[in-house]
């Protein structure tokens, strides 16, 4: 999905000379912490609500602070993993879209951005999680679906990422089956390293109930 299909046209934009009151007027009545600064259709900058409150005077423009305005925007023709990615590396509530000649197109908020991202990654769908750590040279997408395949599962989402510090590779499978024992048990056989996993554990409670039959069956 593209950035420009993510845009909140209800949130408003400010100008040079609206007064730094009503800056903080909007992002208390939006319940947003940014706000985007544009002057004759171009994009100028995000301005904060912190900076907002360390002025000294409310009935001043925001111009005079326009030198703390952040300069974080997408292009509308970026996917929206970019929006992501801006809204953490400058921690904003809001992420401006912009067209190649700095146009200001709107924004998208972060709450926008966490839905889209709960159904980019499947967290919608039913089924169970396996997550796993390995070394890199370990790492095999065609072995990992051949395992998951040959319990008559499918991979839904796959993610990974590396510890900075160790090089590990941490793995999450998202399998369209709730019930993952023999899965989990599938990957163990074969030297995976299953750290932790979610879903319905029906092998081990079969292995359970015959365990439980035999005994009451002995009993006899």
Request: glycine share 4%; hydrophobic share 40%.
């Amino acid at each position: 999905m593209l950035t420009k299909n993510l845009i909140n046209n209800n949130i408003p934009r400010l100008q040079l000379q609206d007064s730094i009151a009503k800056a903080l007027q909007l992002i208390t009545d939006f319940r947003i912490t940014h706000l985007p600064v544009v002057a004759d259709d171009k994009f100028l900058g995000l301005i904060s609500e912190d900076d907002l409150l360390d002025a000294e005077d409310e009935k001043l423009p925001i111009e005079v602070l326009q030198n703390t305005f952040i300069p974080a925007a997408v292009r509308e023709d970026d996917h929206f993993l970019n929006a992501v990615n801006s809204s953490i590396l400058f921690d904003t509530s809001v992420v401006p879209v912009i067209n190649t000649a700095n146009e200001f197109a709107g924004v998208i908020t972060t709450n926008d951005l966490l839905k889209t991202l709960g159904n980019f990654s499947g967290a919608n769908e039913i089924g169970g999680i396996i997550v796993m750590e390995m070394e890199r040279s370990q790492f095999a997408i065609s072995e990992i679906s051949r395992i998951v395949e040959s319990n008559d599962c499918t991979i839904l989402h796959l993610n990974t990422t590396t510890d900075p510090l160790t090089g590990i590779l941490t793995v999450t499978i998202h399998i369209n089956n709730k019930e993952i024992a023999a899965i989990v048990a599938t990957f163990e056989r074969y030297d995976y390293d299953v750290t932790y996993y979610f879903g319905t554990e029906k092998f081990e409670n079969e292995v359970q109930s015959n365990y439980q039959n035999l005994m009451n069956y002995l009993d006899i």
